[in-house]
């Protein structure tokens, strides 16, 4: 009698390389893309420094100037050698440099974990001879290398155009240690979540609490700073006697955190998280029987998120007070700023203002992005099936981005006004501060008004709505410092308005920016109208 040999169970690493192969494949054009990208965040500023500022100087002044701006050391990091291009370069752009690599490894854990497995993917993949761990190990490899390849084109191109070694080096370990952490953290959240967007979710809110957490820390006493894996890689000091050890803190804490995703996941089912969603009702409630009502469920949680973070991030702001004066010493903001204003603390609270505005745009974007996922994962082909009309659709969506991106704007103004307040006894600084936010609204609003119109009329390439966010922090954190022309400082929607309190306040270019964002929302609705659905 003849008897079948039993069949071996793979390991749990089994396929673990094809799959990274497979994934290297799919995502060769991004990884060079964000490669290119967050070498050019580094090498430009280098090159435009030089151009800038050619001699020592220009450069001592420049040094001046930022040394004790606090609301650049809040967006940048802790001011060291700032009377040298290299210095510069690590001052303006370790901040940004990192934020870009944590970014890259948050979509590329998610995209080859949590969404493969929320899609069916994974399943398909699993149903051959392949390993428990073999999936987010290859994705974890994929993520490792991009950021080692990242690091490495950093620091070549910085060492090629001549700055010293072993500072470039700092910045590419920094950028690459930076994304190894929050790779770990996105594969944590891989496995604590059941969809994708709160991976997401998660793994942006711990990257935007540790940029806050930086911020704070370095305009402080720098305590705060060391639980920012943000602040370790800009604690290793490039091109100011470098110090190493902080590196392998991100690489102690990247490894416990991976640890402890392997242990999740041996814990949870497939399909879910170790978080699963909580079961609904059994009846809809009456809200929810119209276009706003869904739209508003679906996008409630996200705004929920913001709002709490970004009053808190005005709380930040506000708890300087008029300790303006004393934080800036000697240092003219007009220059900084190119404008003419009168207060230092008015100036310094415009551009908080500002700032924080910028930073309310990414939910502005994340939330406008959310049609072209409810379109991509099939949601909304039923509902468009029915009498619901897609300008209806868009509307409903519409009104909570705008509204939603009101509400964020306005608690990021408030909260900074209430702390200010409390610390000066001027309680009507919460007002007037309140008020600063929300004329920025219509910039804000612009961008969204981006992410819709691409959405209407080039929805593959709907998340290139950020290039516009990272061109407008350019434009405003270095764009009078590198000395950009008139029309590419226009380009971006924040630089057309006043910076209240500042200044007085303008009606003409914020009702002009109202009107370019309500256009390209509009556009963008009627670009959906007229284009075929696009589902996964």
């Given at each position: 009698m003849i008897t079948a040999r039993p069949t071996r169970s793979p390991g749990t690493l089994t396929g673990a390389g094809a799959l990274t192969r497979f994934a290297l494949r799919r995502e060769r054009f991004p990884l060079i893309a964000w490669i290119v990208g967050g070498t050019l965040v580094y090498w430009s500023q280098a090159v435009a420094l030089d151009a800038a500022y050619p001699n020592q100087a220009d450069l001592d002044a420049l040094a001046r100037s930022m040394s004790g701006n606090a609301a650049m050391i809040a967006m940048a990091g802790p001011p060291r050698v700032l009377d040298t291009v290299e210095g510069q370069v690590a001052f303006q752009s370790s901040a940004f440099g990192m934020a870009v690599a944590a970014l890259m490894s948050m979509f590329l854990i998610g995209r080859h974990t949590r969404s493969n497995e929320e899609s069916g993917r994974d399943e398909l993949i699993r149903s051959a001879v392949v390993g428990r761990y073999a999936p987010p190990t290859a994705a974890a490899l994929l993520t490792v290398s991009a950021n080692i390849v990242l690091g490495a084109a950093i620091a070549v191109s910085l060492i090629g155009y001549g700055l010293p070694v072993a500072g470039s080096l700092a910045l590419g370990v920094g950028a690459t240690c930076a994304g190894g952490v929050f790779g770990a953290v996105a594969l944590l959240a891989a496995q604590i979540s059941a969809t994708t967007r709160a991976c997401y979710a998660?793994?942006?809110?711990?990257?935007?609490?540790?940029?806050?957490?930086?911020?704070?820390?370095?305009?402080?006493?720098?305590?705060?700073?060391?639980?920012?894996?943000?602040?370790?890689?800009?604690?290793?000091?490039?091109?100011?006697?470098?110090?190493?050890?902080?590196?392998?803190?991100?690489?102690?804490?990247?490894?416990?955190?991976?640890?402890?995703?392997?242990?999740?996941?041996?814990?949870?089912?497939?399909?879910?998280?170790?978080?699963?969603?909580?079961?609904?009702?059994?009846?809809?409630?009456?809200?929810?029987?119209?276009?706003?009502?869904?739209?508003?469920?679906?996008?409630?949680?996200?705004?929920?998120?913001?709002?709490?973070?970004?009053?808190?991030?005005?709380?930040?702001?506000?708890?300087?007070?008029?300790?303006?004066?004393?934080?800036?010493?000697?240092?003219?903001?007009?220059?900084?700023?190119?404008?003419?204003?009168s207060s230092m603390t008015d100036a310094f609270y415009a551009m908080a203002v500002a700032i924080l505005a910028i930073i309310a745009s990414a939910y502005t974007i994340s939330a406008a992005l959310r049609l072209r996922a409810e379109e991509t994962t099939g949601h909304a082909e039923p509902l468009l099936s029915t009498e619901l009309g897609r300008l209806r659709w868009t509307a409903g969506h519409t009104t909570i981005v705008l509204a939603g991106s009101a509400v964020v704007v306005a608690l990021s103004g408030f909260g900074m006004g209430i702390t200010y307040g409390l610390m000066t006894g001027d309680l009507s600084r919460a007002i007037t501060l309140t008020g600063a936010a929300l004329t920025y609204l219509p910039a804000v609003w612009v961008l969204g008004g981006v992410t819709l119109f691409l959405f209407g009329f080039a929805p593959l390439v709907n998340s290139a709505a950020w290039l516009s966010m990272a061109f407008c922090v350019v434009v405003l954190m270095f764009g009078a410092t590198l000395k950009f022309p008139a029309w590419l400082m226009s380009l971006s929607p924040f630089d057309n308005i006043p910076l209240v309190p500042a200044q007085g306040f303008d009606a003409v270019p914020v009702l002009l920016t109202l009107a370019v964002a309500l256009l390209l929302c509009a556009a963008g609705a009627f670009g959906f109208r007229r284009r075929d659905l696009q589902t996964n």
């Open positions: 998660i793994t942006g809110t711990a990257l935007a609490v540790s940029y806050l957490l930086r911020a704070v820390g370095d305009v402080g006493n720098g305590v705060l700073s060391w639980f920012s894996p943000l602040g370790w890689g800009q604690a290793m000091r490039p091109y100011d006697g470098e110090i190493w050890w902080p590196a392998a803190l991100s690489v102690v804490v990247a490894v416990a955190i991976g640890y402890a995703a392997a242990r999740v996941l041996d814990r949870r089912d497939f399909g879910a998280g170790l978080l699963p969603p909580r079961p609904g009702p059994a009846r809809a409630p009456a809200s929810l029987h119209g276009t706003f009502g869904l739209a508003w469920r679906l996008q409630r949680g996200l705004l929920y998120g913001w709002a709490i973070g970004m009053f808190f991030g005005g709380l930040s702001f506000g708890t300087i007070g008029d300790d303006v004066d004393d934080l800036l010493g000697d240092i003219d903001l007009n220059e900084v700023l190119g404008q003419n204003m």
